[in-house]
């Protein structure tokens, strides 16, 4: 009888019918991983794993399982903007009314440093009438977009995402963002026709730093005229408190218009208030409360569980 050959290394058919990949675990196991890594600390993450499906998995195992999928997605998403700068292709067909904010958070990395990461949030407008010019606004289906890079490159990448939502084919783009000058150019590259908002707590901001420059911080007269402005700028015209900015400055020479001036009314092309209501029906997106927040609140809360965002690696990992 012939000796049996002897065994060596090969690929197993079923693994491929099985659609096993060259991890020692299930692709179902490495999913779950991936999804409860970018959720929270991978200490945290291994012991849930474990407690769900009785699998038990090295931290630094899982680390390299989900950074492992977060290069993937990173590979996959460079892929698809490629093609799409190759054909031109039309976006789908999205929601009519969309709201697109950007924003940025600083989070901390390795070696007590922090960095600034960027995140999109796209979101559908619905609107409904409650009464004679009032609307009731909510923004919902929002999907994200994060990345640790430079704005120029966040604009590009984030290219894909507003293709898959159909901003570009929306009726109406609500801008609701803060006045930082790079956000204002992602909305001019991306969304020009869209309606700026500026939103109410970073519109108060830039009156506060008028009304210091102008009264004294502090001053009661400072308190006096900023509590007018505030109430005009929720209830009525936003263009009169601009006009009110622009009329101290004059009045009180150049050395208010010099820096102070610049600082309350240097974001005048998105200077509406997100609390304001509108009085046009063609504009009834003036009145949504969502604000900047959508992507800074994404941003944050998901750095604070310990996500591990696709994109940052290196000395830039939690």
């Given amino acids: 009888m012939p000796p049996a050959p002897r065994a060596a290394r090969g690929f197993f058919?079923?693994?491929?019918?099985?659609?096993?990949?060259?991890?020692?675990?299930?692709?179902?196991?490495?999913?779950?991983?991936a999804r409860l890594g970018t959720e929270?600390?991978?200490?945290?993450?291994?012991?849930?794993?474990?407690?769900?499906?009785g699998v038990e998995?090295?931290?630094?195992?899982?680390?390299?399982?989900?950074?492992?999928?977060?290069?993937?997605?990173?590979e996959l998403e460079a892929a698809e903007i490629e093609e799409l700068e190759r054909t031109g292709a039309t976006p789908p067909l999205g929601a009519p009314m969309q709201q697109v904010s950007v924003d940025g958070a600083m989070v901390p990395l390795l070696r007590?440093?922090?960095?600034?990461?960027?995140?999109?949030?796209?979101?559908?407008?619905?609107?409904?009438?409650?009464?004679?010019?009032?609307?009731?606004?909510?923004?919902?289906?929002?999907?994200?977009?994060?990345?640790?890079?430079?704005?120029?490159?966040?604009?590009?990448?984030?290219?894909g995402e507003l293709h898959r939502r159909g901003t570009d084919r929306a009726s109406v783009v609500c801008a609701?963002?803060?006045?930082?000058?790079w956000i204002?150019?992602?909305?001019?590259?991306?969304?020009?026709?869209?309606?700026?908002?500026?939103?109410?707590?970073?519109?108060?901001?830039?009156?506060?730093?008028?009304?210091?420059?102008?009264f004294g911080a502090g001053s009661a007269d400072a308190a006096e005229w900023l509590g007018v402005q505030f109430h005009d700028l929720r209830h009525k015209d936003p263009d009169q408190v601009l006009k009110a900015s622009c009329g101290h400055s004059r009045s009180r020479g150049s050395a208010f218009r010099l820096?102070?001036?610049?600082?309350?009314?240097?974001?005048?092309?998105?200077?509406?208030?997100v609390e304001h209501r509108s009085r046009t029906p063609t504009s009834p997106l003036l009145g949504t409360r969502s604000g900047a927040g959508a992507s800074r609140a994404r941003t944050s809360s998901s750095w604070k569980r310990g996500s591990n965002a696709a994109g940052c690696t290196g000395s830039a990992r939690r």
């Fill in 13 to 33: 058919p079923l693994d491929e019918t099985l659609a096993l990949g060259a991890s020692r675990f299930s692709p179902r196991l490495v999913e779950g991983i």
């Fill in 40 to 53: 929270m600390p991978f200490g945290r993450a291994v012991e849930t794993l474990a407690f769900f499906t």
């Fill in 57 to 74: 998995m090295g931290v630094e195992t899982a680390r390299g399982l989900v950074e492992g999928a977060g290069a993937a997605l990173v």
């Fill in 112 to 159: 007590g440093e922090w960095a600034e990461v960027k995140t999109l949030a796209v979101g559908a407008i619905r609107q409904e009438r409650m009464g004679e010019g009032e609307w009731k606004v909510h923004t919902g289906e929002l999907s994200y977009f994060s990345r640790l890079t430079d704005a120029f490159t966040f604009g590009q990448l984030t290219s």
């Fill in 176 to 181: 609701v963002n803060d006045g930082a000058e």
């Fill in 184 to 214: 204002a150019n992602f909305i001019a590259w991306h969304c020009p026709k869209a309606v700026r908002i500026l939103d109410f707590p970073h519109a108060a901001e830039h009156l506060a730093a008028a009304a210091h420059a102008v």
């Fill in 259 to 273: 820096k102070p001036r610049r600082c309350a009314i240097g974001c005048s092309p998105i200077w509406r208030s």
